[in-house]
């Protein structure tokens, strides 16, 4: 049997991280979050590709000799979520809790094992060519939810930017630094990736965060054919760190917009988050 690859991108803060946790669930598998140092990546989107293919190679070898790769990870484990559920920093921005390092895989492995890695911008800027090397799976996520996430964590996103992906799609990177306004940044970044997916990949590999929650995974697993155990699953799409008020402002702007993300979500899914919000969850 022949080794399988698979690779693992979608919005920000839209359940990848969670979805690349299930799939490590699986037997015979691991899977890796975000452990390619992509700001080195190649430019040309043929040899990125090429280089994405020898770390899969190269982390292969290494669990197989070893039994570590490198991971974000919480206390030596994968984990679900980079940001803490529960508290802020003083500045209103929820706490970090993951770290880039190796973790040690303790499951036994054979020869011919899943290697699942996770990567969001970079794998969505490269993944015209990427869907056709590897196996790849996107999520995406009910777009109120998405900002109302976007703007409760200290990453780039937060101002309308993605490195990862404009460093490897100037074009994107020119219309971002032409928009003032970050708001405006941020519909401009979801209609981006929400069209990359619709272009590069087919219906059935494109999953909502909110079908992976309701099916406890189900969908995931039917989706990438990786088998794990399927578990009650919670949606944080009207968490009670987001600002309830901000996002009225959010979904307002939505529903005037005409993004990509419409293929996928309408007026009645934003309006539907933000009344869960205003109930408090």
């Known amino acids: 049997m022949k080794p399988r690859e698979f690779v693992l991108t979608g919005v920000p803060r839209a359940g990848t991280t ?4 299930l799939l490590g669930r699986a037997d015979d598998t691991v899977a890796l979050i975000e452990p ?3 700001h080195c990546l190649p430019l040309g989107h043929g040899e990125a590709v090429a280089e994405i293919r020898r770390f899969f190679e190269a982390e292969r070898t290494r669990l197989l000799e070893a039994g570590t790769a490198a991971s974000q990870q919480v206390d030596g484990r994968g984990t679900d979520n980079f940001f803490d559920a529960e508290r802020r920093e003083s500045d209103g921005m929820r706490i970090r809790k993951a770290s880039l390092a190796d973790i040690r895989i303790e499951k036994p492995l054979s020869a011919d ?3 699942v890695i996770k990567h969001n911008a970079a794998f969505a800027a490269l993944l015209a060519p990427l869907a056709t090397a590897i196996d790849c799976i996107a999520v995406v996520r009910n777009p109120l939810a998405v900002l109302a996430s976007w703007n409760s ?4 996103v937060r101002s309308g930017r993605l490195p990862a992906g ?9 219309c971002l630094d032409a928009e ?3 708001l405006e940044r941020q519909l401009q970044l979801l209609n981006w ?3 990359r997916f619709s272009q590069c990949l087919p219906a059935e590999r494109i999953l909502r965060y909110e079908d992976v929650v309701r099916s406890g995974g189900g969908v995931l697993a039917n989706a990438s054919g990786i088998a794990f155990p399927i578990s009650s699953l919670s949606s944080r799409n009207a968490s009670r760190l987001y600002d309830a008020q901000a996002c009225a402002g959010y979904a307002e702007r939505l529903r005037r917009d005409d993004g990509a993300w419409r293929k996928f ?3 009645e899914d934003v309006s539907c988050v933000l009344e869960t919000m205003r109930a408090g969850g």
Not at 18 to 21: F, I, K, Q, R
Not at 153 to 156: E, G, K
């Open 18 to 21: 969670l979805c690349c946790e």
């Open 36 to 38: 390619i140092p992509v």
């Open 113 to 115: 094992f899943t290697l």
């Open 153 to 156: 964590v200290d990453l780039p």
């Open 166 to 174: 404009e460093r490897l799609e100037p074009a994107l990177a020119a």
């Open 180 to 182: 003032p306004d970050a």
């Open 193 to 195: 990736l929400f069209g």
């Open 265 to 267: 979500y309408g007026n």
